[in-house]
């Protein structure tokens, strides 16, 4: 049904069918709260492919593969892209104080870490920022930043590293000189000394096999599992930990948590678990 001249209607049933659909290609659970979300959120798929509803539009994404453009288009609108620099910061405190040193003393000097679900780049810069610090102060020692995210959109902006005044702002002073440049138009872009150690790619956690350029001592995978079934938790958890070197450290979200999903690993601080 049709409202207005650019105004889709999702009825119901509608809903549900489009809401399996995120949830087979994402993971994602979708509950009818999400419905005037989701309404918003494909408007515009609608009308960039002339289908003219909400049923039109499901039929065309129903008969394609988790690999054609419109299924990446249609993950791109669903996903949820909240981050902030320094979110959640008693995480990169504790790198920076337990985690880190204890890599090192274990004879490491090349740190690898991926952020498993990096949004518009916000979470990587911020572990790239905390591990130059890290490298500057012990000598013999490197690191390498890999950001995944299923939606190609957020992945254009992290890779360009270029940010609103508004976006910097939790970033403390003496490292927003360190590690940002500022840009005509009043942005700040990340400078190479960290672009430099960082590398990008799409990746849907639902995959299969996790074929990433691991493993790592450290994974970031942090408030996007909150979004998904149990059944799906626990089966990504068990691939992200299958990431890791042996004593390496995962990191989920504040309110994420893996309370009887796996005996491989201990908690080592609030949402830090430590393979074992
Ligand atoms: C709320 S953001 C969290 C960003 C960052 N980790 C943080 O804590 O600030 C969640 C991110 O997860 C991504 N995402 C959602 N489903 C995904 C999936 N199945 N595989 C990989 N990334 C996914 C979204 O595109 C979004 O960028």
């Known amino acids: 049904m049709r409202l207005s001249v650019d ?29 005037a979300l989701l309404e918003a959120r494909l408007q515009k798929l609608i009308r960039g492919n002339d289908l003219g509803s909400f049923e039109n539009y499901l039929d065309f994404i129903s008969r394609k593969n988790h690999r054609d453009p419109d299924i990446v288009n249609f993950c791109n609108a669903v996903a949820t892209n909240k981050t902030d620099f320094f979110r959640e910061n008693a995480h990169f405190d504790f790198m920076t104080k337990t985690a880190l040193p204890e890599i ?38 490197d690191f390498s930043v ?4 299923i939606s190609t959109k957020v992945l254009t902006k992290a890779k360009a590293g270029v940010y609103s005044r508004e976006d910097v702002d939790g970033i403390p002073p003496d490292l927003m000189r360190k ?30 096999n996790y074929n990433v350029p691991g493993p790592f001592e450290i994974i970031f995978c942090r408030n996007v599992l909150i979004y998904f079934n149990r059944d799906n938790q626990a089966l990504i958890y068990g691939k992200l930990l299958g990431q890791l070197v042996p004593d390496g450290y995962l990191f989920l979200g504040h309110s994420e948590s893996m309370a009887g999903m796996s005996s491989r690993k201990q908690a080592v601080a609030p949402a830090v678990f430590r393979i074992s």
Do not use: Q
Not at 7 to 35: C, H, Q, W
């Open 104 to 141: 090192r003393d274990s004879g490491c000097r090349m740190i690898r870490v991926w952020s498993a679900a990096s949004s518009t780049g916000e979470e990587p810069y911020t572990l790239a920022m905390v591990l130059a610090e890290f490298c500057e102060k012990n000598s013999g020692m």
């Open 146 to 149: 890999l950001g995944t995210d």
């Open 179 to 208: 590690y940002l440049h500022s840009r005509s138009g009043g942005d700040f872009e990340i400078k190479d000394v960290l672009k430099r150690r960082m590398r990008w790619g799409r990746f849907n956690l639902m995959t299969r």
């Open 7 to 35: 105004r889709y209607v999702l009825s119901e049933e509608t809903f549900y069918k489009l809401s399996d659909l995120v949830n087979k290609f994402m993971g994602i659970k979708m509950p009818i709260a999400k419905r």
